[in-house]
């Protein structure tokens, strides 16, 4: 089993930036599709990011695209979430997830994930 931890939220204004990390134990983390997800109050859980074993391919949607970043350091079983320019509208619990299976689509969905952390807290206020 495979168990992710998230760090890093917290609460910011509008504008600012955060960096959540998620470190991974057991398995083999390098070669793990590897995702972020966030869930807002009152909302479905809606993908974010995702990032490819190498991480030589990338993905965004569209809301945080050009503000966001994902990144990996195998070396240290961690991906980052690199977040700027924060709205309100971010504000979320925001979970780590990996995936066993390398793309074929871009995972997306809840489903395609086969591990989860718990997540972390964003709040930003405007």
């Known amino acids: 089993q495979v168990q992710l931890v998230e760090s890093g939220g917290g609460s910011v204004q509008a504008g600012g930036s955060l960096r959540l990390s998620c470190g991974a134990s057991?398995?083999?983390?390098?070669?793990?599709?590897m995702g972020w997800f966030r869930q807002a109050p009152g909302k479905e859980r809606e993908f974010v990011t995702a990032i490819s074993w190498s991480g030589r391919n990338t993905y965004y949607a569209d809301s945080v695209k050009g503000r966001f970043t994902i990144s990996r350091d195998n070396a240290k079983n961690t991906v980052y979430l690199q977040m700027n320019s924060l709205k309100p509208e971010d504000t979320a619990v925001y979970y780590c997830a990996a995936r066993r299976l390398p793309w074929s689509t871009v995972p997306k969905l809840v489903a395609e994930y086969d591990y989860w952390g718990q997540g972390t807290q964003v709040t930003v206020s405007s």
């Open positions: 057991g398995r083999t983390f390098s070669t793990y599709t």
